[in-house]
């Protein structure tokens, strides 16, 4: 039996879903994980594997995809 992990963003994709059941397209956009469908990030892989395709781990724990840490970056920036 293989064991599959999942990483999902805790910003936009905070519960976790991954609707492979509704047998969306597959079609992604500019980020990993991310489908244009729904909008809600996730990443098929291991931590190493998502770090590599730009998700992002933070000190407490939560992971954010790509976009949500540009977003997070951009807020950052915009407070200062």
Not at 40 to 45: L, T
Not at 54 to 74: E, N, S, T
Request: charged fraction near 35%; hydrophobic fraction near 35%.
């Amino acid at each position: 039996m293989t064991f599959r992990s999942f990483l999902f963003c805790d910003i936009c994709n905070p519960y976790g879903t991954r609707a492979v059941e509704l047998r969306r397209d597959m079609t992604r956009c500019d980020m990993q994980g991310r489908r244009i469908s729904d909008g809600r990030a996730w990443f098929e892989g291991n931590i190493d594997e998502a770090k590599d395709a730009g998700w992002f781990v933070l000190d407490d724990g939560r992971h954010l995809c790509p976009r949500c840490r540009q977003r997070r970056a951009a807020d950052i920036i915009a407070d200062r």
